[in-house]
């Protein structure tokens, strides 16, 4: 498959991956997401690698670290560069190093919920010469940056509208399409504005404080989970260290979970996107291999809860999470 990308097709992942296809005017192979991992199902990525796409691209979601050691032997036994999407990997490491670390090119997002923020925008890192000359063709193709001011708002709605307390405004905002899986058309891409760069600049110290917070909360949350049956919490690989952008769980089948309640919704308890990405008729259009059965994307559209982590939680918050996460136990025994 020539010029084109294999790219994952989680429940809850890579929507920009079909926009990025409409823009560049190419194909892509999905593979399949590892429930009990969130990371690639190593199967289906090798029978995509093998068609011989011009890239693999893999996303650490929820900034769980995915497999990198036996994604870099498949991408490197195909002769095939790795874009590795670190957009929501802040906070997290694999084999010592920080997530995006690891790819030809690597992404990183300053967007809203990403762990670090400027509002909006992002960052492509190159590291190795191939990396360096897809992004010194990138260079070229970027517009000017915008103004800035609709950043600077953007900004103080997310730190406003992170508080539990108003969790549900968001959320009954239907333009902010939150937990749907949709298909953005194309933009030209442009330089990050001044004011997002100027934001960034000054939330990187206080990002890492609050990454700190985020995994100390998760280590909480995995400690009320443990044993429970009506739930699984996501095995991260052994030489990894998980950012815990939010904390993913996995409802059992057939058992009605605790978190499908008001009271799971005012806590920010929220289910996945609700379907895969093959089910979106844009990215099914440029997707060789859509008429697969991606049974890990499937489980995980229907019974995927991810739980917030970050530091505007209070005591009270937490606690009432943690009520959730037991009661779950509890009905399993």
């Not at 790795?82 to 694999?94: N, R, V």
């Not at 939330?203 to 049956?229: F, H, P, Q, T, Y």
């Given at each position: ?5 294999a790219?994952?097709v989680?429940a809850l ?12 005017n190419?194909?892509?192979?999905a ?13 289906t990525?090798?029978?995509?690698a093998?068609q011989k796409?011009?890239?693999v691209v ?7 670290p995915?497999?990198l ?5 498949i ?11 670190a957009?929501?990997?802040h906070?997290a490491a694999y084999a010592g190093?920080?997530?995006g670390s ?32 897809l992004?010194?063709?990138?260079r070229?193709r970027?517009?000017s ?20 307390s108003?969790y ?9 399409k ?5 298909y953005?058309?194309p933009?030209?891409?442009?330089q990050?504005?001044q004011?997002?760069?100027a934001v960034l ?5 206080a ?12 280590a909480?949350l995995?400690?009320c ?5 009506e739930i ?9 260290e998980a ?5 993913p769980?996995?409802?059992a ?12 919704r005012?806590l ?17 259009n ?9 049974p890990?994307?499937?489980l995980?559209?229907?019974r995927l ?6 530091s505007k ?6 606690q ?14």
């Amino acid at each position: 498959m020539h010029h084109g990308l294999a790219a994952q097709v989680g429940a809850l992942v890579e929507q920009d991956i079909a926009t990025a296809a409409v823009g560049a005017n190419i194909q892509i192979a999905a593979y399949d997401i590892d429930p009990h991992t969130l990371g690639p199902d190593l199967a289906t990525l090798v029978a995509v690698a093998r068609q011989k796409p011009s890239a693999v691209v893999i996303a650490h979601l929820y900034g769980i670290p995915v497999d990198l050691d036996s994604v870099r032997e498949i991408c490197q036994s195909e002769g095939i560069p790795l874009i590795e999407d670190a957009a929501q990997g802040h906070g997290a490491a694999y084999a010592g190093k920080s997530l995006g670390s690891f790819g030809s090119v690597s992404i990183l997002s300053f967007g809203r919920g990403k762990g670090v923020t400027g509002g909006t925008g992002g960052a492509l890192l190159a590291l190795d010469d191939r990396g360096i000359d897809l992004l010194r063709d990138a260079r070229l193709r970027l517009g000017s940056p915008a103004r800035g001011t609709t950043d600077w708002i953007a900004a103080l709605a997310q730190w406003i509208l992170a508080r539990p307390s108003v969790y549900s405004l968001p959320a009954s905002l239907p333009f902010l399409k939150l937990g749907e899986t949709i298909y953005r058309a194309p933009s030209l891409p442009r330089q990050i504005a001044q004011a997002a760069a100027a934001v960034l600049t000054e939330n990187w110290d206080a990002s890492e404080v609050e990454s700190e917070i985020r995994k100390a909360n998760a280590a909480r949350l995995m400690e009320c989970a443990g044993g429970s049956e009506e739930i699984a919490t996501i095995r991260i690989q052994q030489n990894a260290e998980a950012g815990y952008l939010r904390f993913p769980v996995v409802a059992a089948a057939g058992i009605p979970t605790s978190f499908d309640s008001a009271t799971a919704r005012h806590l920010g308890i929220m289910p996945a996107y609700p379907r895969p990405l093959v089910d979106l008729s844009d990215f099914a259009n440029r997707c060789v291999n859509c008429s697969a059965a991606f049974p890990g994307a499937r489980l995980l559209a229907e019974r995927l809860y991810t739980i917030p982590t970050h530091s505007k939680l209070s005591a009270t918050d937490l606690q009432g999470i943690e009520i959730l996460l037991r009661a779950g136990a509890r009905a399993s025994q």
